[in-house]
């Protein structure tokens, strides 16, 4: 089994340097540490045993040189470049992903803007990945997509590998629903469609897992269960999986010979000085500026650190094509020089702000002698700087300041955590940080080690992979029973040999698609032509069971020759015929039941009530999906006690409640024309939990259907009611075929 890594930039860097091709390894968290476990791999007894990785290779590379560049980097590196211009990556990454998604993901929306033409390159950049994925692939890889700017892709490599396995990982925050909607309408539900695409949606906290599964119920309506969403042709789980850092490495790092050279001459430069760390990407989400607005704080109040301490504030430069990036390089430049005007002296400088990127030696060796990291950004998907802070101390010494806003502050319960917008608080958490005793520091840091050794970046992509195998096997399995193929053939073969048949079918969701309103459910003309045709054979009964009401029934398929049941087994019609209860049923319950359902109505919008014979149903679809669950289950509640001791039975149908008297339900309706003609073929087919009732009671012989690929009692499973039309058609042009085959021989 191969492993497809695709991210944004690959994990290679390319430069094209006066007609001179450089590669490099690319740099940040993602590329290193996943590079480390894809290697790791290869030695250990794992499923997966190659990978590749394919992505963009972080310069525009000219025209004649792409061939020369794309070979060898996959005959060296396993890297397959997706090569973009200049202008596409402008709109794309500065634009899109960085002006849009970027702010809005943190919690920035002020920042964000909404620009269609951006849009519409970030839908072709994800096209390129595609194409992309789709030329490397091979049947039986797993395909891990990561990050934002690839939201779409998981929807688009579903669309045209649709047994594939496909993994997505969400690194940035997934932010609350209030803050999601904002994207415009066709945007926002093609993001959520695009990542449901995928088999398995992976968020770094419990909170972004569970905000994307309520940015799904809310936008598009799809109820989850324990993660699990059931999609048209597969299901797509949504999990939470904390990113690991390699933890060795930062843990053994003070040891080794480069390390320790950087470790002396930063002691040389500090001597006894307390130091104060903090290391970011030059980002507004970082908090950089609210952090130094802290130290100046701090130094004013705690005037007996001054001389005591010094502040070694690392900004890696990044995104420099976006004005907000370089106003606030800007701002930390005059804040630096205000603060060592202010507290400076000659013989020190309370801050030191280097604007560079360390190699790993000097980063290393700098967590190794900081005395307390400030890691407070406004908002951090995780924040991986935290965690390589603590990996590092491997004497146990130092202290953690972290923002409860990363998601890092999650599993690091035993750092001193701040409110980044609190100055007030940070500068006191500075001065605590400084003054906890040695055997406190190290026992905070040792409980967070244990949890950063058990789960570093391999155990992290481990857990991911076999959950997305698991995933994609669960659904293998289901996929067996989908009535394609040779199961198809088998099921035509014995229908065509039957000299009876029967077919029981469930309508809403079965032959037609759900509606917002159950009147706007008609059968179309193409519908009815495909029953005539199969109702008309001799050796045919076709049978329609629903929960609708009867004279809805009778209307819709007036002057074709099936038989009906309605209400769920209420009542019975065969062949235009008139109908029977086929139980003595009472309604004498519905005005009281009635007066509930319309309280219930009342408090929530959109909802109401359908009355049938024997049965009153509160439908919800148009509610508000989350209240819905709440006023439904009060109803639900109420109702159980109030019919305690009544012959009466509540129903959960999709978004719809019923309650109808007992005894009746669609195994009644279904074996009632079993029994009766005891036909050679029966085939049954049904989407819903009221169809389950028959597909238990069914023997095993028959062709019992459920639409949409779920564990369920039937023995096959179509996907969608577009499947079931579609096998009724061929159905009766068989039938057709064959009869004209009869008339031909007479
Ligand atoms: P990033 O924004 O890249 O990633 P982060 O988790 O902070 O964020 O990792 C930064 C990496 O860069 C660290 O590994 C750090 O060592 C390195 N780094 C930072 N400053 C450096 C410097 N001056 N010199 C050298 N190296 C430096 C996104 C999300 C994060 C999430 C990660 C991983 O925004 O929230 O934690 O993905 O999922």
Sequence with gaps: MRLIVVSNRLNLTVEEKDDKIIYKQSSGGLATGLSSYLESMKSRNFEISEYLWIGWPGSAISAEKRAEVRSELISKYNSHPVFLSEKAMDKFYLGFCNKTIWPLFHYFPMLANYSSEQWNQYISVNEAFCDAVLEAARPDDIIWVHDYQLMLLPAMLRKKLPDAAIGYFHHIPFPSFEVFRLLPREWRNSILEGLLGADLAGFHTHDYTQYFLRCVMRLLGHEHNLGAISCVNHMSVSDTFPIGIDYKKFNSAAQKPGVVEEINNFKAAFGEKKVILSVDRLDYTKGIINRLKAY???????????????????????????????????????????????????????????????????????????????????????????????????????????????????????????????????????????????????????????????????????????????????????????????????????????????????????????????????????????????????????????????????????????????????????????????????????????????????????????????????????????????????????????????DLQILMGKKALEIRCAGVSKETGGMHFIVERKPDFILSIGDDVTDEDLFRALPETVYSVKVGVERSNARYCLQSFAEVNALLEELSSFENSVLLEKNFIK
């Design 296 to 646: 100046e704080l701090f130094l004013e109040r705690y005037p007996e650190w001054h001389g005591r301490v010094a502040f070694l504030s690392l900004v890696v430069p990044s995104r420099t094509g976006v004005d907000q990036y370089m106003a606030m390089k800007k701002q930390i430049d005059e804040m630096a020089g205000k603060i060592n005007a202010k507290f400076g002296s000659a013989s020190w400088t309370p801050l030191i702000y280097q604007f560079k990127s360390y190699s790993f030696e000097k980063l290393a060796a700098i967590y190794s002698v900081s005395d307390v990291c400030l890691v407070t950004p406004l908002r951090d998907g995780m924040n991986l700087v935290a965690k390589e802070f603590v990996a590092s101390k491997a004497d146990g010494r130092g202290v953690l300041v972290l923002s409860e806003t990363a998601g890092a502050a999650r599993e690091m319960g035993e750092a001193i955590q701040v409110n980044p917008n609190d100055i007030d608080e940070m500068a006191s958490a500075m001065d605590e940080a400084l003054g906890i005793s040695y055997e406190e520091q190290a026992r905070r840091n040792r409980q967070m080690q244990k949890r950063l050794e058990r789960y570093d970046i391999n155990r992290w992509a481990e857990d991911f992979i076999k959950k997305l195998i698991s995933v994609r096997s669960e659904r293998s399995k289901l996929e067996t029973r989908l009535l394609r193929g040779i199961l198809k053939k088998d099921m035509i073969e014995k229908y065509a040999n039957a000299a009876s048949r029967l077919l029981l079918l469930d309508y809403d969701g079965t032959l037609v698609p759900f509606a917002d309103s159950p009147e706007k459910a008609r059968p179309g003309a193409k519908l009815i032509e495909t029953l005539k045709k199969l109702s008309s054979v001799p050796e045919n009964e076709v049978v329609i069971i629903s929960g609708r009401e009867r004279r809805t029934l009778e209307n819709w398929f007036k002057g074709i020759k099936v038989s009906l049941v309605a209400e769920h087994g209420a009542w019975v019609r065969e062949n235009e015929c008139e109908w029977k209860a086929l139980k003595p049923l009472k309604n004498d319950w519905k005005s009281h039941i009635m007066q509930i359902f319309e309280r219930c109505v009342d408090r929530l919008p959109g909802s109401f009530v359908e009355e049938k014979e024997f049965a009153l149903v509160f439908h919800y679809r148009k509610s508000d999906p989350e209240l819905s669950v709440l006023r439904v289950s009060e109803l639900r509640d109420d109702l159980i006690q109030l019919t305690a001791n009544k």
